[in-house]
């Protein structure tokens, strides 16, 4: 019997790693991880039932998906360049489906965890996986497609609690087995992904001696973890804590939700707005405004009057932050191949990290306080950010000509 012969890269431009099919399946994707990512909240109150669980028990559910997506980021990672795009990437989908079908419907609640760490996992492979390809696979577009690729995970996570709330938080298992056909039918389109794995740049030998090439790249990985564990907290945060602080300066229950609600909808207008600037503006002074407009919209939200339209603000400013740093990272550290996945797990442990702390902070002082410490994380992004742009910074960009990465 004859096997059939592997899917070649003929559906591929050259210049590309994925066939236009393979991007629009790629922008599903995502809005099926920002989906599934914001299910778990909605579906508390049914799993609270079913299961006969605490509110902690049951905030299990997103802890172990946040651990599973951990895992899958770094297990990814391990594999990246050994075994074929396509592959990592289609295990990742199947294993999103299983976990989100086993969630959906185990008959215990240890079993539904095990469900939510499998999906976590697949998660954490797509989520690193695309944005790594993305990163690496349209040359000068490649920011403005990240961009527009993460734009996707905010529609998904805006859908999701949507979806709970039309067909009911007791019908979670239809939405989840729902997602799962979903993340099925995207093995599909895999055969318009490049499978093999896209050169890395070469490192700057010739300006760096080996050691000082070394503390280079450990000094820059570690401010760039930094920039994105800051981040992903205060985004996380603002997300989690926004309608708590705003009920506690007056604002009513209803309008502190639909505040949040728009928080999130121009987090991801922010993303698609961006794209097409990422062709003319350099990744650091986008990062920089980004930041510092970011700080600002903090700022102003310790106004009680201004705080509901002073968090859509810090949406839009935040939005292109994440995704605009990976090519920068990518040509800052090209020695270090590990480091999108550093700092892409990095950024997960600070959204997990950032609903406890931030709780903590709460505690000692009180909920009003939520802008001013974001608006102190917000001012730290900034300043590793114009560390960053004078590290990487090349000689002939010092004295701040039209190549300047700030300018």
Same mark, same amino acid.
């Given at each position: 019997m004859q096997t059939l012969p592997s899917l070649p890269d003929t559906a591929v431009r050259p210049d590309r790693s994925f066939s236009t099919p393979a991007v629009v399946a790629s922008c599903i994707g995502f809005v099926l991880i920002g989906a599934l990512q914001?299910?778990?909240g909605p579906a508390l109150p049914a799993l609270r039932?079913?299961?006969g669980l605490s509110p902690s028990g049951a905030g299990l559910a997103l802890s172990a998906h946040f651990v599973g997506g951990v895992a899958?980021?770094? +297990?990814?990672?391990?594999?990246?360049g050994r075994i074929g795009n396509r592959a990592l990437l289609g295990v990742s989908y199947a294993l999103m489906a299983l976990g989100s079908v086993a969630f959906a419907f185990s008959p215990s609640w240890p079993l539904a965890l095990l469900g939510a760490l499998v999906t976590g996992f697949g998660f954490g492979g797509i989520d690193y996986g695309l944005n790594q390809l993305f990163a690496t696979g349209f040359g000068r577009r490649s920011p403005a497609m990240l961009n527009i690729l993460n734009a996707h995970f905010g529609i +998904?996570?805006?859908?999701?609690?949507? #979806?709970i709330g039309l067909f009911g938080a007791d019908r979670y298992p239809a939405v989840f087995t729902g997602f799962a056909v979903m993340a099925a039918l995207l093995l599909i389109p895999l055969g318009g992904v490049r499978d093999r794995h896209p050169g890395g740049l070469p490192a700057d030998t010739a300006a760096h001696p080996a050691d000082q090439r070394a503390r280079r790249t450990a000094a820059l990985l570690t401010v760039f973890v930094v920039l994105y564990v800051l981040h992903v907290g205060v985004e996380a945060?603002?997300? +989690?804590?926004?309608?708590?602080?705003?009920? =506690?300066? +007056?604002h009513s229950a209803t309008l =502190?939700?639909?505040?949040?609600?728009?928080?999130?909808?121009?987090?991801? #207008?922010g993303r698609f707005l961006v794209a097409p600037l990422t062709l003319r503006w350099s990744e650091p002074a986008i990062i920089a405004v980004s930041c510092g407009g970011t700080a600002l919209c903090l700022l102003a939200a310790v106004q009680p009057g201004l705080a509901p339209y002073a968090y859509a603000g810090v949406g839009l400013f935040i939005a292109p932050i994440f995704p605009t740093g990976l090519p920068w990272l990518r040509r800052a550290v090209p =020695? =270090?191949?590990?480091?999108?996945?550093?700092?892409?797990?990095?950024?997960m442990v600070g959204g997990v990290a950032a609903g406890p702390t931030l709780g903590k902070v709460i505690e000692l002082f009180e909920v009003r306080a939520v802008p001013a410490v974001l608006f102190a994380l917000a001012a730290l992004c900034l300043a590793a950010t114009w560390w960053?742009?004078?590290?990487?910074?090349a000689p002939s960009q010092a004295s701040g000509g039209p190549g300047s990465p700030l300018g």
């Open positions: 914001s299910l778990y039932q079913e299961y899958g980021v770094l +297990g990814f990672d391990r594999a990246f +998904g996570a805006i859908a999701g609690p949507a #979806l945060a603002v997300g +989690g804590w926004e309608p708590t602080h705003l009920e =506690a300066v +007056g =502190a939700a639909s505040a949040t609600s728009v928080y999130w909808l121009m987090l991801t #207008l =020695a =270090a191949r590990r480091a999108g996945a550093l700092v892409i797990a990095a950024s960053l742009a004078r590290a990487t910074r």
